[in-house]
């Protein structure tokens, strides 16, 4: 049996059935996976993930009835090999089939390697999409169809069709947190890489650095950092009210060596992963396991600046969470607002006279984003818009902005700063 596919539909089984997370349990199958085979297994995962909706439709165009558990999977495996890798026909075909005895029955055997050769005829060039405009859209690109009207009611659909378009590039960003230039890189980790709109920040790809001075943060992530530490004043506090893993805390104590930073998350075990980054990149942060849409006395305007990066539906950060286009739902959305709300509400007392208070989130609907900070504004009088200063990008200036892939070349976060004026 071909272990690459093995080892993808043991992965896939995990999410599909036990709604695990895909860089989570896709990370624990590389670690036991032969060097030769990561490549593929990784291909395959994020792959079938990415396009689900789109796969199983096609599946449908090829059989009476629609398959369930794994027998589908098996189908979805073997059709994406099909469509989007150039592995030759009778491989994938033959290597699907032998995975297909896994099932212990030998119809769905059959039945899988008769429902591939069929779809293998015409894999590259298939088209038989809906015929209605949007209902096509959210099947090519694999899009949940009620996200997609959604993004069509914020944006008009000429750019909806280029968010849900957008193929990322596949290099992985890294920072570094010495002087660093990207010859450098390739001659000390023999990994190819690429400048980006950030000094500290290099996209690679082939072996990752390793160790203390380098670590992976998208340029979204670096970019509210950014933002946030330059509205810290000399020796200023600062507080990071949903900090976990840490990335956000961690970069802006390396741009702020002077800056008391303080970082807080819900959950011991996620406060933890903040102190494990820490203390991998050697910084000093004041670490908390706290409910932050519960008020603290303690700490009232206390803050020069506070970052309420919050929880959200994640519709930014598909390129690596392809897993959030098979759970999320419609429904989801309000109840993210109700809690996106309370910790912005409650952390806004945080903030000093004149300090500044920045909201963000890693989607990219309105109702997570802009509508929560009109509606924050109506009723926070003493807050008014304030000023993203990043001059690298089409934020700088801006009040709030939605950095998007296909325009801005990085994943799609939204940022506000808000001034306390008393």
């Excluded at 491989?91 to 699907?96: K, S």
């Excluded at 069709?161 to 947190?177: G, H, L």
């Excluded at 961690?250 to 494990?276: F, G, M, W």
Aim: charged content about 25%; hydrophobic content about 40%.
């Amino acid at each position: 049996m071909n272990n690459a596919f093995l080892k993808s539909f043991q992965t896939l089984r995990q999410v599909y059935d036990e709604r695990a997370f895909s860089a989570i349990a896709l990370n624990k199958t590389l670690a036991n996976c032969k060097n030769q085979d990561k490549a593929l297994v990784t291909k395959i995962v994020y792959g079938v993930l990415d396009n689900d909706l789109r796969l199983e439709y096609v599946v449908s165009r090829y059989v009476r009835k629609m398959p369930k558990g794994d027998a589908l999977l098996f189908l979805k495996i073997g059709v994406y090999c099909l469509m989007e890798l150039s592995l030759p026909v009778y491989t994938v075909v033959n290597d699907v089939a032998e995975l297909a005895k896994l099932s212990g029955d030998k119809r769905t055997v059959g039945f899988v390697n008769a429902t591939l050769k069929s779809v293998a005829q015409r894999a590259k060039d298939f088209d038989d999409y809906p015929a209605e405009e949007v209902e096509r859209l959210s099947v090519r690109y694999s899009y949940p169809l009620w996200a997609l009207k959604k993004l069509i009611n914020d944006y008009g659909k000429e750019t909806a069709e280029q968010i849900v378009s957008y193929v990322p590039d596949n290099r992985t960003t890294v920072r570094f947190a010495e002087p660093m230039t990207a010859e450098q890189i390739e001659q000390r980790f023999g990994a190819e890489a690429e400048n980006t709109l950030f000094e500290d920040a290099f996209r690679v790809k082939g072996n990752l650095p390793s160790g203390t001075i380098a670590t992976v943060q998208s340029l979204s992530s670096m970019a509210i950092s950014r933002i946030c530490a330059a509205l810290i004043p000399q020796n200023g506090d600062f507080l990071d009210c949903c900090a976990a893993p840490g990335g956000k805390s961690v970069y802006i104590k390396q741009l702020r060596p002077d800056a008391n930073v303080t970082s807080c998350d819900v959950h011991a075990h996620r406060a933890e992963l903040i102190s494990s980054y820490a203390e991998r990149m050697q910084v000093s942060l004041n670490i908390f396991c706290r409910d932050m849409t519960e008020y603290d006395q303690r700490w009232k305007a206390s803050f020069d600046a506070v970052l309420c990066d919050v929880p959200c539906s994640g519709f930014g950060v598909l390129d690596n969470r392809p897993d959030i286009k098979l759970f999320r739902e419609n429904k989801d959305i309000s109840e993210l607002m109700k809690l996106q709300y309370a910790i912005l509400d409650n952390c806004c007392r945080y903030v000093k006279p004149g300090g500044s208070l920045v909201y963000s989130t890693c989607t990219v609907f309105d109702n997570e984003n802009g509508q929560n900070v009109r509606k924050f504004l109506n009723a926070h009088h003493e807050f008014e818009a304030g000023s993203i200063s990043l001059v690298q990008t089409a934020a700088n200036g801006q009040s709030q902005y939605q950095f998007l892939p296909h325009k801005d070349g990085m994943q799609g976060f939204y940022v506000a700063v808000l001034t306390r004026t008393l």
